[in-house]
């Protein structure tokens, strides 16, 4: 089955500077790659997802990119704000099955005033 | 707001009980899935269900199961409850027409003691 790895655990960044979290997954047949974002106490949202037929999608001061050959994606988040602190997912799947998404173990983004 | 709803928000059971959640997606929402996340975890894939059947499953065992109503409704069910189920379980649901988003509900904190 597919397994994904997901860098840092822990990310902390001076407020207003940049933050990248990595993944990687296993399963060359993925092409669904989500990512969430889960505060305390509440459940994942999603915060922008990508296709395996494009490299780059960006909306605002979010931006996930894809290397298939690589089988890696990142999250991109610009201009870091204090409300941007919580825990981030990378997901993949097959998509448009039945197997669910299949997550990485999240990295806790710590945003400094 | 995602618009899906589960209940209980807490609950605690003893070791052997058994238990069941609910869950309420949107109008049109016709796929659903349900997530056990364990504390510092990403969410782990249970089931899904489509169309009130159930079309895949991720690795655990038959003493998970579950139902889907023709009102957008879900339940997960849980037999012979077990310690390491302690965990928040997420149902999550999706747009009729083959879409991969998924959007979840806030979550039920189950305690197994």
């Known amino acids: 089955g597919e397994n994904v790895e997901q860098h840092p655990s822990t990310l902390s960044v001076q407020e207003g500077d940049s933050a990248v979290i990595k993944c990687t997954y296993s399963d060359s047949a993925s092409n669904y790659f989500p990512w969430y974002k889960q505060e305390l106490g509440k459940g994942p949202q999603l915060i922008i997802d990508i296709r395996s037929n494009v490299g780059e999608k960006k909306d605002q001061r979010i931006a996930v990119t894809l290397n298939k050959t690589a089988k890696h994606f990142s999250l991109h988040i610009t201009e870091t704000q204090p409300e941007d602190s919580a825990v981030y997912f990378c997901a993949a799947s097959r998509g448009g099955g039945a197997d669910g998404l299949t997550f990485g173990k999240g990295t806790h983004l710590i945003i400094q005033p | 707001e995602t618009g899906v709803t589960q209940s209980p928000t807490h609950l605690i059971k003893t070791r052997g009980q058994q238990v069941t959640l609910r869950c309420s997606s949107q109008?049109?929402?016709?796929?659903v899935s349900w997530y056990q996340q364990a504390l510092g975890q990403g969410p782990q894939f249970i089931f899904q269900?489509?169309?009130?059947?159930?079309?895949g499953r991720g690795n655990f065992p038959p003493r998970f199961s579950g139902l889907q109503f023709p009102n957008y409704s879900s339940e997960l069910n849980v037999n012979a409850l077990e310690l390491d189920d302690s965990a928040l379980y997420l149902c999550?649901?999706?747009?009729?027409?083959?879409?991969?988003?998924?959007?979840f509900g806030p979550g039920t904190r189950l305690t197994v003691l």
């Open positions: 269900y489509y169309r009130e059947e159930e079309n």
């Open positions: 999550a649901s999706r747009l009729a027409g083959g879409t991969d988003t998924q959007y």
């Open positions: 109008s049109g929402h016709n796929t």
